[in-house]
């Protein structure tokens, strides 16, 4: 598999990513060993998590599960120096740490407890999992109001947690700092600052992005070049919309959308599983089967195709589905096809 750069990190992971947001809740222990084995079988050795994993839901009792079932396969194989890891810390939340204020020494205890959680003496990429003064991900950019927002107060916040994770760097506990689910706003900002006071330099964003949903695109997609900050796309499958499996009003058991339903949820993929979202996803599964192609290899092909720096993240909930995605990987999307998709855009934008 070919490997990239973080930014101006130095940190050289593989171009795709294995996401583990379901380890330990829809994907057992042994499942997700046997991912992480299949991963590194292919050369795909950069790993993202979170301290507040597994979701769907998240649950007090499960917190950090993710983390410390990582942390017991890379135990158990030795495999710490043939992978690169990557994890969160939340954020301000009332599920995680109590409602404990998110500043800089809630990060350095944080790192530390992510760092026993994975046995591991060291986090390749440590990211900031939501910004402390709100966020349009996940369906908020239709009624975002950033009218509150105090820019000094968010200015020293931002200070005081870049120093935090500049003493992780500095102990060599941290190889890399990034963001999720921020504005072009704020990684600008978060840049500014970190270059102000000597602090690392953010290397990556790791916001929502797929062939429905393409925020990225425009703002953010010019800060990112111009900061050299490279973007982990999540969800670059819409939550499985785009792998068909919803079609005609199909909801499969053990689905996201099932797990979700059955624990309280909506059931509707976190707001993308819309008349307009299945109706789009729909028109790029008939796209890709005209040009004999399998609708999931197609939207990995295409994120690699973007003019700026990503690496997608993948995630699976059985090591059949993410054998089928790894099938698909190293093909190269033909011109026609790419314009084919640019077309089809036009006419399904912004489904949810």
Not at 5 to 29: A, H, K, R, W
Not at 86 to 108: E, H, L, N, Y
Not at 274 to 283: C, D, N, Q, V, Y
Request: hydrophobic share 40%.
């Amino acid at each position: 598999m070919d490997r990239t750069t973080l930014g101006g990190s130095g940190v050289e992971v593989s171009t795709i990513c294995l996401g583990t947001m379901t380890f330990g809740n829809q994907t057992d222990e042994a499942e997700a060993h046997a991912q992480l084995d299949a991963a590194l079988d292919v050369g795909m050795t950069f790993m993202d998590c979170a301290e507040m994993y597994p979701v769907n839901p998240v649950r007090r009792e499960t917190v950090g599960l993710s983390e410390e079932i990582i942390g017991r396969w890379l135990a158990r194989t030795g495999h710490r120096d043939r992978v690169e890891i990557a994890t969160k810390i939340t954020g301000p939340s009332q599920m995680v740490r109590d409602g404990a204020p998110f500043d800089g020494a809630t990060v350095r205890a944080c790192i530390d407890a992510s760092l026993r959680r994975m046995q591991t003496d060291r986090i390749d990429l440590y990211q900031l999992h939501w910004p402390v003064r709100g966020s349009y991900a996940f369906r908020q950019n239709w009624n975002f109001d950033p009218s509150g927002q105090d820019k000094a107060r968010t200015l020293d916040h931002m200070a005081d947690v870049l120093e935090a994770l500049a003493q992780g760097v500095r102990a060599g506990k941290l190889r890399a700092v990034g963001l999720s689910n921020e504005s072009a706003w704020g990684l600008a900002r978060w840049c500014d600052v970190a270059d102000r006071i000597g602090a690392p330099r953010i290397a990556t964003i790791q916001n929502e992005y797929s062939l429905l949903y393409r925020m990225f695109d425009t703002d953010l997609a010019e800060a990112a070049v111009n900061e050299n900050v490279t973007l982990l796309a999540y969800s670059p499958l819409a939550a499985g919309l785009l792998t068909g499996k919803y079609a005609g009003g199909a909801v499969p058991e053990g689905s996201r959308a099932a797990v979700d339903k059955a624990t309280g949820g909506q059931g509707n993929l976190g707001g993308r599983k819309t008349a307009r979202g299945l109706e789009a996803a729909s028109a790029y599964a008939a796209l890709a089967a005209e040009h004999g192609w399998d609708p999931v290899h197609m939207a990995i092909a295409w994120q690699l195709t973007r003019p700026f720096p990503n690496v997608p993240i993948i995630g699976a909930t059985t090591l059949p589905q993410l054998r089928h995605l790894i099938a698909g990987l190293g093909r190269s999307l033909p011109d026609d096809l790419h314009r084919a998709i640019e077309r089809l855009h036009k006419s399904h934008a912004m489904p949810y």
